[in-house]
């Protein structure tokens, strides 16, 4: 065999061994470009799922408190029945004392407290101010009256109080 004939088979040989090399890195390829398009789904798959998830917690966010509420409900539709058939407005009005402290009582696990903003100066983060009362014995800007109490949600300010303000007299002429 002569070096022309052993190049050629080298040759030969070399240029099979390419092409199965280039084969198998095309299955490789292929193989990696398969398992990225499955993760690529997958993480599609679990971003929807985690956003349906989300979207039902926010929809059924306040289940437990409105579970709660239901029962006062129907302790105001037992009061109003009580009132219509014995007339007698002692039995009203204890049946809605009632049902307010069950209310209060619901608001509290819930996180709401109520507060009285009466002697307080006035804060305008706590207290939207409704009238103002000329008084010479009130120091100005206290709250001297309370039209509706605050309310506060785990300590920030739910609703504020609804107030009457202190005026001296002379800044009613101004």
Do not use: C, W
């Amino acid at each position: 065999m002569d070096d022309f004939e052993t190049r050629a088979a080298a040759e030969a040989h070399a240029a099979d061994t390419t092409a199965d090399d280039v084969a198998e890195l095309r299955r490789q390829l292929d193989e990696k470009q398969d398992t990225m398009l499955r993760a690529l789904a997958e993480a599609d798959n679990i971003r929807r799922r985690v956003e349906r998830s989300a979207e039902e917690r926010v929809r059924y966010a306040n289940e437990s408190l409105l579970r709660d509420l239901i029962p006062i409900l129907d302790n105001f539709d037992r009061a109003l029945d009580a009132a219509r058939t014995a007339g007698e407005a002692r039995s009203v009005v204890d049946g809605v004392e009632l049902i307010r402290r069950e209310l209060l009582r619901v608001l509290e696990r819930a996180g709401v407290t109520r507060y009285s903003a009466v002697g307080e100066p006035f804060d305008p983060t706590r207290h939207e101010a409704v009238s103002r009362i000329v008084s010479d014995t009130a120091t100005p800007n206290t709250v001297v009256a309370e039209t509706a109490p605050g309310y506060l949600l785990n300590g920030r300010v739910l609703r504020a109080a609804l107030v009457a303000v202190a005026a001296a007299p002379d800044e009613d002429a101004a």
